[in-house]
């Protein structure tokens, strides 16, 4: 690809196809062009294997040598950010908090409406204890379990309490155990 033909912004999601996180990346990508629509230039998707689930970012801004007159591509740097990394990160983005980082990145000075009023809420009261956040776990587990969802959450909670998971007993928490760490051969 010449580098003429270079859209930027330019966000790129690099996905594992083995693990089948090809709806996630589609979704993370629509989700960005609904938000930000020709404020990026690009976003592409680049399918992968080992597990991988990154979100890029490419900027330009002018070299500290060219002058304001000229406007040649050799007086362009391309910056290159990283805004989400399943390994480092941990697990997945929120969809609120993959536009935030975006936003930060391209346009700092941007309302991105209720997804920052959630943010600034959240920040505010950071200190309520961890009290709250064991009640809000237990509380979580209620509720998956009353749903008779499972999950690795509930199964988490469950064995932090040192129960037994709902509906058997301990074969069926190992075998939902497996199924939870369960990833391509690529991936491990």
Avoid at 19 to 29: D, G, P, S, V
Wanted: charged letters at 30%; aromatic letters at 6%.
């Amino acid at each position: 690809m010449a580098e003429s033909n270079l859209r930027l912004p330019r966000v790129t999601i690099q996905f594992c196809t083995q693990c089948k996180w090809n709806l996630r990346a589609a979704y993370f990508a629509q989700e960005l062009l609904q938000t930000f629509s020709t404020s990026l230039g690009e976003i592409s998707l680049q399918p992968s294997t080992g597990g991988v689930f990154k979100v890029d970012i490419y900027t330009s801004f002018p070299s500290a040598s060219s002058s304001s007159s000229s406007s040649s591509s050799s007086d362009i740097t391309i910056q290159h950010t990283s805004l989400w990394d399943r390994k480092t990160d941990g697990g997945f983005p929120e969809t609120k908090e993959l536009k935030r980082r975006v936003r930060d990145v391209i346009e700092p000075r941007r309302n991105l409406g209720h997804v920052d009023r959630d943010y600034n809420s959240r920040k505010e009261p950071a200190a309520e204890g961890a009290a709250d956040e064991e009640q809000r776990r237990e509380t979580t587990a209620a509720a998956t379990t009353g749903a008779g969802a499972g999950g690795k959450e509930e199964l988490e909670t469950i064995a932090d309490k040192g129960e037994e998971s709902p509906g058997g007993g301990g074969a069926d928490k190992a075998e939902e155990e497996n199924a939870a760490r369960r990833t391509c051969e690529d991936c491990q």
